[in-house]
Structures are given as structure tokens and as C-alpha cells.
């Protein structure tokens, strides 16, 4: 791939390169062949050389993904599709330049032909004008001796004024020449010196009628002394002229503005070029004016030859500053493009940094994160040489001295703001992904425990519930379940260890939660933004982070800004982390007495089942048994009193450690107790009726009471059956009974539930101000609602019923068109609906008026709140300040900058009490709209059901205030207090001011008093 690329790459850029190239032929059939090649390039050369751009771009995407979660892949940035569609870019616009320039050239050539045809014309024709007036001077000069003098100087006259009309034709074709000199032409110079010798002949031929001819008569015309005189006065002109637009141009280099912004930078360069141009072209009309000199009379010939001087010095110094300006300009693009190259590098990570968002780390792939961390550093790594490259190309230019130090200067800063303020955010980057990895860390932890708890749980909660089993079982049991408790331990030992883990780990989702109170904020980096500077590990405080990336703080200096989030962390330790670990904890206590309750049950069920066979031992059921199965027994009576004793002595040991485990007033602890007892006295018995006769059976009492159950089954099987004998109504009339029997029922338990619901809703109190009832009332509200939901399909089947009963009337009552019987019910049942459809449309409403009433309080609460409790801290340093009659000047000063600073602090928090003015009056709204709802409905209800309802409504008298009078009263207090405070600090700061003035005023009369003191001793 890089072979490839590589070679792609400089296909592409010597392409580019001869698309730039500047030098174009002056012949048309050769630029019309440059455009032919060049509709061939595009024809035949690009498509190939895409389809190669293409595919290594499909072999690119095929490495990244071979190598992806690696870092193997190292392919310089120049080769890399994105460097490659730019290059292929720029071909494609040099291209179009291309197109744009010899297009151009060959319209110029065109024109450029005429004039040249034109020049060719009419050098011949001047040429021959000037050859016959040759002849014509050559004829008066032969008669000039011999000729009548008027004769010759009417002949000089035609002749003089023949050289005046060929003047305009020659300035002509200077025009043209120009134009040939302004494209570069090639033949510029041939036809330069053609046309300046017609004009240098006219010129000879002025002269010599003038010197030659008219001086031998002795004579000299009026216009040629004046067209000699306007002749030299066009020359000092020509000559001023170019001294004045040299001086013009050093001006304007040496005024040169060197701006910040490339693209005008790069204009001005542009720009630039044509006026260097432009001063270099100039040399020709230098050398003209040198040429001129010629033509210079001798007595003004040194006047001419001083501001010639002065021309070529002044030329010579426009021209070596100018090349300067085109040194200082490339150079200064140059570093300029490079640094906006790295500004550009830096921000693209910048940007990526500051967005991250870290509150929801479930979104975050951690893996790739630790993976980008490091790939960050590795470039930053490489790319710092290039940085510094940068830095010491822009600290070169300033000790060159280059003209633009103000723009150097600022281009530098920023490169090193912008380097430091990237190493602070991979230092932010670190840290946060330190905690991100430390809280997912510990949240797959608390996931695997609490998981564990669960089935743990579920297995104590669905096993051990037997309460016969045999003795093995229950050792087996006993053996499970200490298993467990040894577990239980080793979780309880790791929840401990993992509540000294999160004593560490940041609240991150508290960024993504707007906090309700200021909370400190700890800085990762340094950052220095326009209003405030902030030192790594300071504390701040964070006022506002509704906005995910920017946050409102206030810094160690009390200056408040807004800051990227990424720059702060939250410090631990996780209110959320701590709830969870809390829950754990209660959850494996909780399993911990099960455990215990399960442990205790296998044992007590152990001993039950162990006292139970001992109590049903006898002497009876021991001589029936065959003598195989008496062994146990007979062993058992045939061990010594001694060893009896110990297996009696071991059982009642065993049953008081349980005992002591269990609550005395256990109903099992007593239920353990009675059977321990009766086992004693069982194994006492059994002892003492071993050497007596076995009693009669009980077996008479039993077929007595088996009998009497089984008449009592019989009777309810006889009944049950009588039942479902009955069969269904079989007639029309007793079908129709039955529905209508359904629908009455139905009216009566519909009208009882819309009743009740009625009263419910009348009930309810007004709006009211607290929080805690706010979330009360829709508390309440949430709950009727379900209710309303699940009682729904009573209505639904009520209408149902009545649209049933009145099908089986009209179908049983024959030639009957109404049934007002029919008609009645309808209409109480829609009466019903209606009312039933209220009673939900002002559940409704009343849920969204509580939600949005709920969270306007929450914000005025909030911010009520702050603002009494500073109107508190103010009113307190207010009233706690001495008086000013019983203070020194330096202590008037010191409290008149207090209360200053007070009345600073005031008209900051002007915008937030309007706020709060805003957040109040939206409640009271809200909440007399929702007094007023209320009041309607209730007076509604008393309407339908008369006023003898109102007895049965919970509310029997209103609360003293309710929620909008409430707030009414805090908000007049509010702004009561907060105009009194301002009232009272100017008052008292105009006290000061007046103290502090009559001081300074005794002070100065002191001064003079003794001034005048001092100068009557001298006197």
C-alpha cells in the first residue's frame, strides 16, 4: 500500500505542478495544442489514476480493519485517503486554472495579432509620410538660399505643420506597443524601437527646419519656439511624473498592513505581486526618461540631470524594498499556513475532548477510549517535532526582524496556549477515564454480588421448607448451609473492601444532572480563559452546568466564568455508590436472617422430629413389632441408667443452645419448650411402663370421627349438585329480566363510583405552595388516575348492557315504536358517561397543571431560597457594622468599599430576583387557574347533587392561605426587603461620604492654620 501511494502521490503532484506552470507560447496554433493535450489528460490519464485512488483507499479501510484494536498501523498522514482526496483535489482545481488561463490567452492572442497587423501597417505608412516630407525638406533646403525668405517660410509653415499631424498617429501606436508591453509579448521591444524612431525622425526633422533652415533665413516661426518650449516642459512633467509614482509606491510598501487572517494575507501577497510587477515594468519608462535627456536644451540639461539622479536612486530603493516585501510576505504565509496546520491538528482534539460527554459511561466504549488515550499520546509524541519546528520557524522570523512582529508574535502565543492546553486536556482525558474504568470496575462488581444475593436467596427462600425428613437430610442440610454462611462472609469482607473503593470514585453522573445547589468542583490542568485563571488541583465552585460542555464556576479569586466541564472533576465520594452499597448491605443482612431462620428451622425441625419418634415409642407398638425391627428399642432399654442418661442429657443440651438462640417469647420457642418437656416426661414413662402391661387402643374414637366427615362431604356434594342442575333462563321474558337485572346493577355500582370519585375531586384543597405537598397532591392524583384506568371496563360494559337491553326489547315488544322505559335508562346511563367522562378530563388536567406547577415551584423554591439566605448574610453585615460617628477616617474608608462592595453584590443579583418575580407569577398563575377549576367543579357537583353533598367533602373549611397567596406574600416581601437593603446602603454610604469629606475639610484648615503659623514665627 505505501509503494502504491506513494507513487500515486507523485504522479499527482507533478501533474498539479504542470498545471501551475506560468510560461505559455505567444503563437495560437500552440496554444490551441496545449489545450487539445490537455482535454486528452482528462480524458484518457485521470480515469484510470481514480480507479487507482479508489482502490487503496479499499485497502486502507481493509488494514484499519485487520489492525483495528492494535497499534501496528503506521501510515504517515500524507499517505493516508483523506491527504490522498485532497491532492486529488488540487489537481482537479489546477486543472480548471489551467482551462481558465489558456482560454484567456488565446482570446489575447487574438487581439494581440491585430495589433500587431495594425503596428506593422502603420510604421509603413508613417514611414512613407516621413519619407516624402524628407524629400520635400531636402527641396527647400536646395532653395533656401536662393528662394524669397516668405517663400521658404510658408514652405517650413506646411512642412512644420505636415510633423504636427503625424504626432497623433505615432502616439498611436505607442498605445499599441503598451498594450504589447503590458502582455509580455516577445516582438514588444522590436516594435518599441520601430515606432520611437518615427518618432525620433519627427523629431530630426523638427529640428532641422528649425536649426538649419530657419536659422540660415535668419528666422523663426512663433509655433516652433513654442512647440520646442512645450516640448522640454513635457519632458520635466514625464520626468516629476515618475518620480512622484515611485515615491507613491515606497509609501504604500512601507505602510504595508500585515494582517492575522491567511486568506487576506494571501491577497495582499497576490495583490503585491502585480505592483512588483508592475515596479519592475517600470524600469522602461526610466530608461525613456534617461533616453530623453537627449532632447534637453543645453541650458536646462543640468536641472534635468539632478531629478534624473534623484529617479534612479529612489527607483533603485522601490525596487530592492519591494523584492523584500516579496521575501517578508512568502515567508510569513509560510509559517502562518504551518501554524494554522497545527492550531487546526490540536483543535480537531480539542474538540473531541471538550464534547465527551462522561456522565453516562454506558455509552462510553472504555476499551477504545484506553486504546485512543494512548494513541493520543503516541501523536503527540511524533508531532511535537513538527511543533517545535513551527515555533522556532516563527521565533527565526522575529530575530530576522521581520516587519510583522505584532502577528508573529500572537501566531506563537496561541501555538503555545493551544500545546499547553492540549497536554491539560489528556491530563483531563487520564483522569476521567481513570474513574470511568474505576466505576465500571466496581459496578461489575456490585452487579456480580448482588446478583449472588439474589439467587442465594431465591435457593434459601425455595429450600429447607420441609419439615419431615430424616436425620440425614438435615445433617446434609446443616452442611449446605454453613457452606453458604462461610460465602456470606467473604461477600460481607468484599462489600467492606468495595465501600473503601468508592470513597474514590467520582459522582459522574452528577455532570449530566443540573445541581440545585453550588457544590466545589476540583481542577484537573491548568486553564486561562478571558475572565479567569484557573491552577491545577484548585477548588472551585460550580454554580451552573446545565449545559453538558460549558460550566458556570466561580474561582478561588470569587471571579465568575464559564469553563469546559472536562476541565473539572466532581470529588468523590458517589451519594448513588453509597445508597447502592447501603441496599447491598441491607440485602445480605437480610439474606444473613434468612440464613439464620433456615439454619434455626432445619435444627428445630431436627429436634421436633427426633422428639416426636421418641414420643411415639410404647411398650405396645415395641412387643407388636417383629423381633427384627425391636432392635433399636430393645438396645436402647438394654444400655445402662448411665449412658441413658447421657443420650437424654445430649438431646436437652441441644434444644437449650437453640433455645437460647430464639426469642423467649418465640411462639416455636415455646411450641420447643412444651415438646422437650413432654419428650422428658415421654422418656420417663416409657422407662416406668416398661416393666407394666401395654393399655387398651384408641382406635373406636377415630371411626367416630372418620364418620362424621364423610356425612358432611356428602351434604355438600348433594347441594353443589342441585346447583348445577339449574338450568339457563329459556324464555325471552326471563332472558330479558336478567339484562335488565345486569343493567340496573350496573347503573348502581356506576352512579356509586362516579359519586364517590366526585367527592374525592371536590375534596382536594387549593393549590398549595410546599414541595412536599405539590408531589403530594400528584402523588394523589397518579393514584386516581390508575384507579380511573382499571374501572374503565365498567363503564364500558354498562353501555354495553343498555345497548343489549334495548335489542332484545325492540325485538320482544311487537308494533311498539318507543319504549320511554328504555329511553329513561339511556339516559341516566349517558348521564352517567358524561359525568364519568368529567371526572377523567379533571384528573387529566389537574395531573399537568401539578407537573408543570411542580417544576416552576422547584425553580422559585431554589432560587427563593438562595437569595433570603444571602439577604440574610447582607441584612446581618449590615447591621453588624459600627456606627460612623464612632470611626477613624481610615475605618470610614474601609467600610464605605464594604458597603461598595455590598451594593456591587446588589445589582448583580437584580437579574435574579426579576427572575424569580418571573418564576413566582407563573406559579400564582397556574395555581389560580387551578383554584378556579377547582371551584367550578365543586359547584358543579353541589349542582348535580344538591348542597347537602358538601357535608360529605373531606374539605370542609379551606386552608388559612393558600399556594398562590402564599407566594404572593414572599414575593412582596422579597422585594420589599431587597429595596430596603438598597435604600439603606446608599443612605449609609452617603453618610460616609459626607463624614470622610468634613474630615478631609478640618484637615485641610488644620494644614493652613498651620502654615500661617509657621510663616508669622519666620516674620
Same mark, same amino acid.
Given at each position: 500500500?505505501?509503494?502504491?501511494?506513494?507513487?500515486?502521490?507523485?504522479?499527482?503532484?507533478?501533474?498539479?505542478?504542470?498545471?501551475?506552470?506560468?510560461?505559455?507560447?505567444?503563437? /495560437?496554433?500552440?496554444?490551441?495544442?496545449?489545450? $487539445?493535450?490537455?482535454?486528452?489528460?482528462?480524458?484518457?490519464?485521470?480515469?484510470?489514476?481514480?480507479?487507482?485512488?479508489?482502490?487503496?483507499?479499499?485497502?486502507?479501510?481493509?488494514?484499519?480493519?485487520?489492525?483495528?484494536? #492494535?497499534?501496528?498501523?503506521?501510515?504517515?498522514?500524507?499517505?493516508?485517503?483523506?491527504?490522498?482526496?485532497?491532492?486529488?483535489?488540487?489537481?482537479?482545481?489546477?486543472?480548471?486554472?489551467? %482551462?481558465?488561463? /489558456?482560454?484567456?490567452?488565446?482570446?489575447?492572442?487574438?487581439?494581440?495579432?491585430?495589433? &500587431?497587423?495594425?503596428?506593422?501597417?502603420? &510604421?509603413?505608412?508613417?514611414?512613407?509620410?516621413?519619407?516624402?516630407?524628407?524629400?520635400?525638406? =531636402?527641396?527647400?533646403?536646395?532653395?533656401?538660399?536662393?528662394?524669397?525668405?516668405?517663400?521658404?517660410?510658408?514652405?517650413?509653415?506646411?512642412?512644420?505643420?505636415?510633423?504636427?499631424?503625424?504626432?497623433?498617429?505615432?502616439?498611436?501606436?505607442?498605445?499599441?506597443?503598451?498594450?504589447?508591453?503590458?502582455?509580455?509579448?516577445?516582438?514588444?521591444?522590436?516594435?518599441?524601437?520601430?515606432? %520611437?524612431? /518615427? *518618432?525620433?525622425?519627427?523629431?530630426?526633422?523638427?529640428?532641422?527646419?528649425?536649426?538649419?533652415?530657419? #536659422?540660415? &533665413?535668419?528666422?523663426?516661426?512663433?509655433?516652433?519656439?513654442?512647440?520646442?518650449?512645450?516640448?522640454?516642459?513635457?519632458?520635466?512633467?514625464?520626468?516629476?511624473?515618475?518620480?512622484?509614482?515611485?515615491?507613491?509606491?515606497?509609501?504604500?510598501?512601507?505602510?504595508?498592513?500585515?494582517?492575522?487572517?491567511?486568506?487576506?494575507?494571501?491577497?495582499?501577497?497576490?495583490?503585491?505581486?502585480?505592483?512588483?510587477? $508592475?515596479?519592475?515594468?517600470?524600469?522602461?519608462?526610466?530608461?525613456?526618461?534617461?533616453?530623453?535627456?537627449?532632447?534637453?536644451?543645453?541650458?536646462?540639461?543640468?536641472?534635468?540631470?539632478?531629478?534624473?539622479?534623484?529617479?534612479?536612486?529612489?527607483?533603485?530603493?522601490?525596487?530592492?524594498?519591494?523584492?523584500?516585501?516579496?521575501?517578508?510576505?512568502?515567508?510569513?504565509?509560510?509559517?502562518?499556513?504551518?501554524?494554522?496546520?497545527?492550531?487546526?491538528?490540536?483543535?480537531?482534539?480539542?474538540?473531541?475532548?471538550?464534547?465527551?460527554?462522561?456522565?453516562?459511561?454506558?455509552?462510553?466504549?472504555?476499551?477504545?477510549?484506553?486504546?485512543?488515550?494512548?494513541?493520543?499520546?503516541?501523536?503527540?509524541?511524533?508531532?511535537?517535532?513538527?511543533?517545535?519546528?513551527?515555533?522556532?520557524?516563527?521565533?527565526?522570523?522575529?530575530?530576522?526582524?521581520?516587519?510583522?512582529?505584532?502577528?508573529? =508574535?500572537?501566531?506563537?502565543?496561541?501555538?503555545?496556549?493551544?500545546?499547553?492546553?492540549?497536554?491539560?486536556?489528556?491530563?483531563?482525558?487520564?483522569?476521567?477515564?481513570?474513574?470511568?474504568?474505576?466505576?465500571?470496575?466496581?459496578?461489575?462488581?456490585?452487579?456480580?454480588?448482588?446478583?449472588?444475593? +439474589?439467587?442465594?436467596?431465591?435457593?434459601?427462600?425455595?429450600?429447607?421448607?420441609?419439615?419431615?425428613?430424616?436425620?440425614?437430610?438435615?445433617?446434609?442440610?446443616?452442611?449446605?448451609?454453613?457452606?453458604?454462611?462461610?460465602?456470606?462472609?467473604?461477600?460481607?469482607?468484599?462489600?467492606?473492601?468495595?465501600?473503601?473503593?468508592?470513597?474514590?470514585?467520582?459522582?459522574?453522573?452528577?455532570?449530566?444532572?443540573?445541581?440545585?445547589?453550588?457544590?466545589?468542583?476540583?481542577?484537573?490542568?491548568?486553564?486561562?480563559?478571558?475572565?479567569?485563571?484557573?491552577?491545577?488541583?484548585?477548588?472551585?465552585?460550580?454554580?451552573?452546568?446545565?449545559?453538558?460542555?460549558?460550566?458556570?464556576?466561580?474561582?478561588?479569586?470569587?471571579?465568575?466564568?464559564?469553563?469546559?466541564?472536562?476541565?473539572?472533576?466532581?470529588?468523590?465520594?458517589?451519594?448513588?455508590?453509597?445508597?447502592?452499597?447501603?441496599?447491598?448491605?441491607?440485602?445480605?443482612?437480610?439474606?444473613?436472617?434468612?440464613?439464620?431462620?433456615?439454619?434455626?428451622?432445619?435444627?428445630?425441625?431436627?429436634?421436633?422430629?427426633?422428639?416426636?419418634?421418641?414420643?411415639?415409642?410404647?411398650? $405396645?407398638?415395641?412387643?407388636?413389632?417383629?423381633?427384627?425391627?425391636?432392635?433399636?428399642?430393645?438396645?436402647?432399654?438394654?444400655?445402662?441408667?448411665?449412658?441413658?442418661?447421657?443420650?437424654?442429657?445430649?438431646?436437652?443440651?441441644?434444644?437449650? +443452645?437453640?433455645?437460647?438462640?430464639?426469642?423467649?417469647?418465640?411462639?416455636?420457642?415455646?411450641?420447643?419448650?412444651?415438646?422437650?418437656?413432654?419428650?422428658?416426661?415421654?422418656?420417663?414413662?416409657?422407662?416406668?411402663?416398661?416393666?407394666?402391661?401395654?393399655?387398651?387402643?384408641?382406635?373406636?374414637?377415630?371411626?367416630?370421627?372418620?364418620?362424621?366427615?364423610?356425612?358432611?362431604?356428602?351434604?355438600?356434594? +348433594?347441594?353443589?349438585?342441585?346447583?348445577?342442575?339449574?338450568?339457563?333462563?329459556?324464555?325471552?321474558?326471563?332472558?330479558?329480566?336478567?339484562?335488565?337485572?345486569?343493567?340496573?346493577?350496573?347503573?348502581?355500582?356506576?352512579?356509586?363510583?362516579?359519586?364517590?370519585?366526585?367527592?374525592?375531586?371536590?375534596?382536594?384543597?387549593?393549590?398549595?405552595?410546599?414541595?412536599?405537598?405539590?408531589?403530594?397532591?400528584?402523588?394523589?392524583?397518579?393514584?386516581?388516575?390508575?384507579?380511573?384506568?382499571?374501572?374503565?371496563?365498567?363503564? *364500558?360494559?354498562?353501555?354495553?348492557?343498555?345497548?343489549?337491553?334495548?335489542?332484545?326489547?325492540?325485538?320482544?315488544?311487537?308494533?311498539?315504536?318507543?319504549?320511554?322505559?328504555?329511553?329513561?335508562?339511556?339516559?341516566?346511563?349517558?348521564?352517567?358517561?358524561?359525568?364519568?367522562?368529567?371526572?377523567?378530563?379533571?384528573?387529566?388536567?389537574?395531573?399537568?397543571?401539578?407537573?408543570?406547577?411542580?417544576?416552576?415551584?422547584?425553580? %422559585?423554591?431554589?432560587?427563593?431560597?438562595?437569595?433570603?439566605?444571602?439577604?440574610?448574610?447582607?441584612?446581618?453585615?449590615?447591621?453588624?457594622?459600627?456606627?460612623?460617628?464612632?470611626?477613624?477616617?481610615?475605618?470610614?474608608?474601609?467600610?464605605?468599599?464594604?458597603?461598595?462592595?455590598? %451594593?456591587?453584590?446588589?445589582?448583580? *443579583?437584580?437579574?435574579?430576583?426579576?427572575?424569580?418575580?418571573?418564576?413566582?407569577?407563573?406559579?400564582?398563575?397556574?395555581?389560580?387557574?387551578?383554584?378556579?377549576?377547582?371551584?367550578?367543579?365543586?359547584?358543579?357537583?353541589?349542582?348535580?347533587?344538591?348542597?347537602? &353533598?358538601?357535608?360529605?367533602?373531606?374539605?370542609?373549611?379551606?386552608?388559612?392561605?393558600?399556594?398562590?397567596?402564599?407566594?404572593?406574600?414572599?414575593?412582596?416581601?422579597?422585594?420589599?426587603?431587597?429595596?430596603?437593603?438598597?435604600?439603606?446602603?446608599?443612605?449609609?454610604?452617603?453618610?460616609?461620604?459626607?463624614?470622610?469629606?468634613?474630615?478631609?475639610?478640618?484637615?485641610?484648615?488644620?494644614?493652613? +492654620?498651620?502654615?500661617?503659623?509657621?510663616?508669622?514665627?519666620?516674620?
Amino acid at each position: 500500500y505505501l509503494q502504491d501511494a506513494k507513487a500515486w502521490l507523485e504522479w499527482v503532484k507533478n501533474a498539479t505542478e504542470l498545471m501551475y506552470e506560468k510560461e505559455l507560447p505567444q503563437n /495560437l496554433e500552440e496554444l490551441e495544442k496545449l489545450v $487539445d493535450q490537455l482535454n486528452k489528460f482528462q480524458g484518457e490519464d485521470l480515469p484510470p489514476m481514480e480507479d487507482e485512488k479508489d482502490k487503496l483507499k479499499r485497502i486502507y479501510s481493509e488494514l484499519v480493519h485487520a489492525f483495528m484494536g #492494535t497499534n501496528f498501523l503506521h501510515v504517515p498522514t500524507n499517505l493516508q485517503p483523506q491527504s490522498l482526496d485532497q491532492a486529488w483535489d488540487e489537481l482537479l482545481k489546477a486543472m480548471e486554472f489551467r %482551462y481558465e488561463i /489558456l482560454h484567456e490567452q488565446l482570446g489575447i492572442q487574438g487581439n494581440l495579432d491585430d495589433i &500587431i497587423s495594425r503596428l506593422t501597417r502603420g &510604421i509603413g505608412i508613417v514611414n512613407e509620410k516621413l519619407d516624402l516630407i524628407l524629400r520635400r525638406i =531636402e527641396e527647400v533646403e536646395a532653395r533656401a538660399d536662393t528662394a524669397d525668405p516668405a517663400e521658404i517660410r510658408r514652405a517650413v509653415q506646411e512642412l512644420v505643420e505636415d510633423l504636427e499631424a503625424i504626432e497623433a498617429p505615432i502616439n498611436d501606436l505607442f498605445d499599441d506597443v503598451d498594450i504589447l508591453k503590458q502582455h509580455n509579448h516577445p516582438r514588444t521591444d522590436e516594435f518599441y524601437r520601430q515606432v %520611437y524612431g /518615427l *518618432h525620433q525622425r519627427r523629431t530630426a526633422y523638427l529640428d532641422r527646419l528649425n536649426n538649419q533652415i530657419l #536659422t540660415r &533665413i535668419g528666422i523663426r516661426t512663433d509655433t516652433m519656439s513654442r512647440r520646442s518650449e512645450e516640448r522640454t516642459k513635457s519632458l520635466f512633467h514625464n520626468l516629476e511624473e515618475a518620480i512622484r509614482w515611485v515615491r507613491e509606491k515606497s509609501e504604500k510598501l512601507d505602510s504595508m498592513v500585515f494582517h492575522e487572517d491567511l486568506e487576506t494575507l494571501e491577497e495582499v501577497f497576490e495583490q503585491h505581486k502585480i505592483d512588483n510587477r $508592475d515596479i519592475q515594468d517600470f524600469d522602461q519608462t526610466v530608461k525613456e526618461c534617461i533616453a530623453r535627456q537627449a532632447e534637453i536644451s543645453a541650458e536646462e540639461s543640468h536641472e534635468y540631470c539632478e531629478l534624473l539622479a534623484v529617479l534612479e536612486s529612489e527607483y533603485q530603493q522601490l525596487r530592492d524594498l519591494s523584492a523584500g516585501r516579496m521575501l517578508d510576505l512568502d515567508s510569513l504565509i509560510a509559517f502562518i499556513r504551518a501554524a494554522q496546520l497545527e492550531l487546526i491538528w490540536i483543535h480537531e482534539r480539542e474538540d473531541i475532548e471538550v464534547t465527551r460527554n462522561w456522565s453516562n459511561i454506558e455509552r462510553l466504549d472504555l476499551p477504545m477510549l484506553q486504546n485512543y488515550f494512548k494513541q493520543l499520546l503516541h501523536e503527540i509524541e511524533l508531532r511535537e517535532k513538527r511543533f517545535n519546528d513551527v515555533h522556532n520557524q516563527g521565533a527565526a522570523l522575529l530575530n530576522q526582524r521581520h516587519p510583522a512582529v505584532e502577528v508573529i =508574535e500572537i501566531y506563537l502565543r496561541s501555538l503555545q496556549n493551544q500545546w499547553d492546553w492540549l497536554l491539560g486536556l489528556t491530563k483531563c482525558l487520564e483522569g476521567h477515564l481513570r474513574d470511568a474504568l474505576n466505576l465500571k470496575s466496581f459496578q461489575e462488581e456490585v452487579a456480580v454480588i448482588e446478583e449472588w444475593i +439474589k439467587s442465594q436467596t431465591e435457593h434459601l427462600e425455595n429450600n429447607y421448607n420441609q419439615t419431615n425428613f430424616s436425620v440425614e437430610e438435615g445433617e446434609r442440610w446443616l452442611r449446605e448451609l454453613n457452606e453458604i454462611r462461610e460465602v456470606i462472609q467473604r461477600y460481607h469482607n468484599l462489600l467492606m473492601t468495595l465501600a473503601e473503593r468508592s470513597a474514590q470514585i467520582s459522582p459522574l453522573w452528577q455532570r449530566g444532572e443540573r445541581i440545585r445547589q453550588p457544590i466545589p468542583v476540583t481542577a484537573w490542568c491548568d486553564y486561562k480563559g478571558k475572565d479567569i485563571e484557573i491552577r491545577a488541583g484548585d477548588e472551585v465552585t460550580l454554580i451552573d452546568n446545565s449545559d453538558l460542555i460549558n460550566w458556570t464556576v466561580r474561582g478561588v479569586d470569587g471571579v465568575q466564568a464559564t469553563v469546559p466541564s472536562v476541565v473539572f472533576r466532581i470529588p468523590p465520594p458517589d451519594p448513588q455508590l453509597t445508597q447502592h452499597l447501603a441496599r447491598l448491605a441491607a440485602q445480605l443482612d437480610k439474606m444473613r436472617k434468612l440464613w439464620d431462620r433456615k439454619h434455626r428451622m432445619i435444627r428445630f425441625n431436627m429436634m421436633i422430629s427426633t422428639m416426636k419418634s421418641i414420643q411415639g415409642w410404647d411398650l $405396645d407398638t415395641f412387643l407388636s413389632y417383629p423381633p427384627e425391627q425391636r432392635w433399636d428399642l430393645d438396645t436402647f432399654l438394654s444400655y445402662p441408667p448411665e449412658q441413658r442418661d447421657e443420650i437424654i442429657k445430649a438431646l436437652n443440651d441441644d434444644v437449650n +443452645k437453640l433455645l437460647a438462640e430464639m426469642d423467649p417469647n418465640d411462639p416455636l420457642a415455646l411450641r420447643l419448650k412444651e415438646e422437650l418437656r413432654r419428650t422428658n416426661d415421654h422418656f420417663l414413662d416409657l422407662l416406668n411402663q416398661s416393666l407394666r402391661g401395654p393399655e387398651s387402643d384408641l382406635s373406636s374414637q377415630f371411626d367416630e370421627r372418620l364418620a362424621e366427615l364423610l356425612k358432611k362431604l356428602e351434604e355438600a356434594w +348433594k347441594k353443589l349438585n342441585e346447583r348445577t342442575a339449574e338450568g339457563v333462563p329459556k324464555t325471552v321474558e326471563d332472558l330479558e329480566r336478567l339484562i335488565l337485572q345486569q343493567v340496573l346493577q350496573g347503573i348502581d355500582e356506576v352512579t356509586d363510583i362516579v359519586r364517590r370519585h366526585e367527592i374525592t375531586l371536590s375534596s382536594f384543597d387549593d393549590m398549595p405552595s410546599a414541595l412536599d405537598s405539590l408531589r403530594g397532591v400528584h402523588a394523589q392524583l397518579l393514584e386516581l388516575n390508575m384507579v380511573l384506568q382499571q374501572q374503565e371496563h365498567i363503564i *364500558h360494559q354498562l353501555n354495553k348492557n343498555t345497548a343489549q337491553l334495548r335489542q332484545h326489547v325492540a325485538r320482544t315488544r311487537f308494533n311498539v315504536a318507543s319504549h320511554p322505559d328504555v329511553d329513561r335508562l339511556e339516559e341516566q346511563v349517558q348521564q352517567l358517561t358524561v359525568r364519568w367522562d368529567n371526572v377523567c378530563s379533571q384528573v387529566t388536567d389537574r395531573l399537568k397543571v401539578a407537573e408543570e406547577s411542580q417544576q416552576t415551584q422547584m425553580v %422559585y423554591r431554589s432560587q427563593y431560597d438562595e437569595e433570603i439566605q444571602w439577604l440574610d448574610r447582607v441584612e446581618n453585615t449590615i447591621n453588624k457594622l459600627r456606627k460612623p460617628e464612632t470611626l477613624s477616617p481610615d475605618e470610614l474608608q474601609q467600610q464605605l468599599e464594604q458597603l461598595m462592595a455590598e %451594593y456591587r453584590q446588589l445589582q448583580e *443579583h437584580t437579574a435574579t430576583i426579576e427572575n424569580i418575580n418571573k418564576e413566582g407569577g407563573k406559579f400564582i398563575r397556574e395555581a389560580k387557574n387551578y383554584d378556579n377549576s377547582l371551584n367550578t367543579f365543586r359547584e358543579h357537583i353541589t349542582t348535580i347533587h344538591g348542597p347537602g &353533598i358538601r357535608n360529605e367533602f373531606r374539605r370542609t373549611q379551606p386552608q388559612p392561605k393558600n399556594g398562590a397567596q402564599i407566594v404572593t406574600e414572599e414575593l412582596e416581601a422579597l422585594n420589599r426587603r431587597f429595596a430596603e437593603l438598597s435604600s439603606v446602603i446608599l443612605e449609609r454610604r452617603n453618610q460616609l461620604n459626607i463624614l470622610i469629606q468634613n474630615w478631609k475639610r478640618k484637615q485641610q484648615v488644620g494644614f493652613k +492654620k498651620t502654615f500661617f503659623f509657621q510663616i508669622f514665627n519666620v516674620v
